[in-house]
């Protein structure tokens, strides 16, 4: 028989002095001050959710908790360096025995003491991207995998592919059916070669970024005596973010969490966007069922927005069936305008709008940093990034390279080039590199039969699926350079001039370059919508040499700006809303509110495939998100017309999320042209 006696801490004579109900409002003053156990702190955006979790550990050190059996987990090592520099500032106890850092670094903390137990020295290394990439690549050589008559995904898209099944518990299968289904018959395959990588890590003494996470669960699961460890040590367990938590850091939590159970998370259930990369938004709503009794907090005070931009927030999300309740207060005082909605006549119009109000703010006293434009997908950028670099406006972008920098647009643009120049050896030579089994030496030799062929030649009409036939090419190049011919044959008419740029772009998509990008990108998706967008841009263009001159031009902007010695004091952000969380501007531009952009038809597409909303929710959190970054002015832009490249002229309906603002929450601008 058993009889459970609890130690009681002396109280300390001195303590921090803080006056907790003075510092915080009530909603964060009940979250630091709750008692021990398991309790749930619903943040909403803008609620001081930093300073709430700040506080309580704080609280927690003024109430004699040794600062070793306190355990913070984060997502960024800022987050987390704010934090204990913020406490260090608080409070005035020796805080360096608090274990504070991303679920990623006290992972790998908690591995250099155990690596052992699991057959690797504690001196391992840890793998970045390109490490992965290369020993990934050798697993896969090693594995003898038949590469050469249908594609195999490239190191880095295996690579992705167990991230995925790692973090989210799904099996290789499962995966690959979901999201890379032209892979699927690959499978066997791909499964040899996780079990063969596996093996190589442990024989090189590598892990990488997921094994951080891994590998600490496992030995919790196959090692008692260490879990049991821990779990006395971390008395108090705080999360952060709580939402973004994947299966694996979820399944971590709770095993550091008991026995005790004092385990607080804060999160906000209405900025969970990050199912795509393995989080699980389950896990914040499904808290108070796994935690039995948990408290629940719910911080609704906003210190960010305007009165009328959280008027409006609250009713873009209040659709989502799955949720916490909760309806954001304003602490600041009115404005004096409303979130403008408007409408445009086409995206050029758009990005004419949104160049000239940006200008407007700017002269208004607005400095072009505290403005940022946010879209859903990164090609939805096209248009403006031209406006703002014709109107000389400096801009950063967040969520990547500027759209005519990436690899892609490069890529298609060779293609062009070749035909255009059949001269230009390196447009060739990185069009025949994209071949599987053709590197740098097959490569030179390729280039000197093109250039001893009639190929060569562009004043006549040639064949060129015939002259390639006579190269030599290794084995598993062979089909895809034979497809190669037929497509530079659909470039060009009849006497062998170049078709139009836009007319070229489905040959060069849906031959060769299609296939090497499902391979070559993780991220084929999104890169796939880029080349639609390219081409509804091309289609200005009659002429190839104009638009290869464009291109080149704006690409050649780009790398002045990159290589400016003093970056520019002054830029306007340009950012995927996904980039975007967790930060703030004064005005903000949410452009290309059009349905099946955002919403991003994809999504709109699984979901009625699976028979749910799930993906739509998500899509509204995306759209709450966006809306709550703007401090004193929004701007909601869609254009009414969209020019496709197969279908001419598209009116574009306004996306379902404005249609659920009621007409009072919005002032509409009626945009005309001077032109």
């Excluded at 298609?412 to 599987?436: Q, T």
């Amino acid at each position: 028989m058993a009889r459970d006696y609890t130690v009681k801490r002396v109280p300390k004579n001195t303590g921090s002095q803080i006056d907790y109900e003075k510092e915080l409002n009530a909603e964060q003053f009940a979250a630091v001050t709750a008692p021990p156990g398991p309790s749930l702190v619903i943040a909403g955006a803008g609620s001081g959710k930093t300073r709430t979790l700040t506080y309580r550990v704080a609280y927690l050190l003024d109430k004699g908790v040794p600062a070793k059996n306190i355990l913070l987990l984060t997502f960024t090592n800022k987050a987390a360096r704010e934090m204990l520099e913020r406490v260090e500032q608080l409070v005035p106890y020796d805080t360096r025995d608090l274990w504070g850092g991303t679920f990623h670094s006290i992972g790998n903390r908690i591995l250099r003491r155990h690596a052992p137990e699991l057959g690797w020295e504690r001196n391992f290394s840890i793998m970045d991207r390109d490490d992965q990439k290369n020993l990934l690549g050798s697993v896969i050589a090693e594995c003898e995998v038949d590469t050469k008559t249908t594609r195999f995904p490239k190191p880095d898209v295996v690579g992705d592919i167990f991230s995925l099944a790692n973090n989210t518990g799904q099996s290789i299968g499962d995966i690959l059916e979901a999201r890379y289904s032209y892979f699927a018959h690959h499978q066997e395959a791909i499964e040899l070669i996780e079990e063969a990588y596996e093996a190589k890590k442990q024989s090189t003494n590598s892990m990488d970024f997921d094994d951080l996470l891994l590998k600490p669960l496992r030995i919790f699961h196959e090692k008692p005596r260490i879990r049991e460890q821990y779990q006395k040590q971390f008395e108090w367990v705080l999360v952060d973010e709580y939402q973004d938590t994947n299966a694996v850091q979820s399944e971590l939590i709770d095993f550091l969490g008991a026995p005790q159970r004092n385990v607080m998370v804060v999160g906000d259930d209405a900025q969970s966007i990050y199912s795509w990369r393995g989080a699980d938004f389950r896990n914040i709503l499904d808290f108070p069922e796994r935690y039995e009794g948990a408290g629940k907090y719910v911080i609704e005070t906003n210190y960010r927005s305007v009165p009328e931009i959280l008027t409006l927030a609250n009713a873009a999300i209040a659709p989502n069936t799955e949720q916490f309740r909760k309806n954001l207060a304003p602490w600041r005082a009115e404005a004096e305008m409303l979130p403008a909605l408007a409408p445009l006549q086409d995206p050029n119009t758009q990005a004419a709008f949104v160049a000239q109000r940006i200008l407007e703010l700017r002269d208004e006293g607005v400095e072009l940093n505290e403005i940022a434009v946010l879209y859903r997908a990164h090609f939805h950028a096209m248009e403006l990034q031209l406006e703002l670099t014709n109107r000389g406006i400096p801009f950063e972008i967040t969520s990547g390279l500027r759209f005519f920098e990436q690899a892609h647009i490069k890529d298609v643009a060779a293609f062009m080039k070749v035909i255009y120049n059949r001269r230009d050896e390196v447009s060739f030579k990185r069009i025949v590199k994209m071949l599987p089994g053709i590197g740098d030496k097959n490569a030179d030799g390729l280039w000197r039969s093109w250039a001893n062929s009639d190929a060569i030649k562009g004043d006549q009409p040639v064949l060129f699926s015939e002259i390639l036939s006579d190269f030599k090419v290794p084995a598993k190049a062979k089909a895809t350079w034979e497809q190669l011919g037929y497509t530079l044959d659909e470039i060009v008419d009849e006497t062998g001039k170049p078709r139009k740029p836009a007319a070229m772009m489905p040959s060069i998509l849906g031959g060769v370059y299609e296939d090497y990008m499902r391979s070559k990108f993780t991220n084929f998706d999104n890169r796939r919508q880029d080349l639609l967008q390219l081409e509804r841009y091309a289609e200005r263009f009659d002429e190839l040499d104009e638009f290869l001159s464009q291109l080149s031009l704006l690409a050649g902007q780009d790398a002045a700006d990159a290589s400016k010695d003093e970056p520019d004091e002054e830029v306007v952000c340009l950012s995927s809303v996904h980039q975007a969380k967790g930060l703030e501007w004064r005005v903000v531009f949410v452009i290309w509110l059009a349905e099946g952009k955002f919403p991003s038809s994809r999504v709109l597409d699984e979901d009625a495939e699976n028979e749910t909303d799930k993906g739509l929710e998500e899509e509204r959190r995306l759209f709450y998100v966006a809306v709550t970054r703007a401090r004193d002015e929004l701007y909601l832009t869609y254009p009414q017309i969209w020019h496709g490249a197969f279908d001419g002229e598209v009116i574009q309906r306004p996306s379902r999320f404005l249609e659920d603002i009621p007409d009072p929450m919005v002032e509409e601008w009626n945009i005309g042209a001077a032109w």
